[in-house]
């Protein structure tokens, strides 16, 4: 139902800032929270952040106090403010929308975009 698009990864020395944006299509948008996932090469794809519809946000530990969530739904998009960055951030960044299941834990409702690389190096 949501076509996602994501930029704004890179290269960037540890300590280092970047700021991701996922472009949603669809007019369902600002009724969906939304996520931020990662995956680094043979691991598991991790949900890091999510922002609820009405703005709330929720971290990954790894991630708490470096990563900020935000959201402009009269653009339709998602942004990830990454902090501080540490070489273990190192992965491919992917959004989606996101639900709660009945235990309380997120779920992904659409399909997979290409994401971004974010590569942490010195």
């Known amino acids: 139902q949501v076509q996602l698009v994501e930029s704004g990864g890179g290269l960037v020395q540890p300590g280092g800032s970047l700021r991701l944006s996922c472009a949603a299509s669809?007019?369902?948008?600002?009724?969906?929270?939304m996520g931020w996932y990662r995956q680094a090469p043979k691991k598991e794809r991790e949900l890091v952040a999510v922002?609820?519809?009405?703005?709330?946000?929720n971290y990954a530990d790894s991630v708490k106090g470096r990563f900020t969530i935000s959201r402009d739904n009269a653009k339709n998009t998602v942004y990830l403010q990454m902090n501080s960055l540490k070489p273990e951030d190192t992965a491919v960044y992917f959004c989606n929308a996101v639900r709660l299941d009945f235990s309380g834990n997120y779920y992904p409702l659409g399909s997979w975009g290409q994401g971004t690389q974010v590569t942490v190096s010195s």
């Open positions: 922002i609820t519809s009405g703005g709330s946000t």
């Open positions: 669809g007019s369902i948008f600002s009724i969906n929270a």
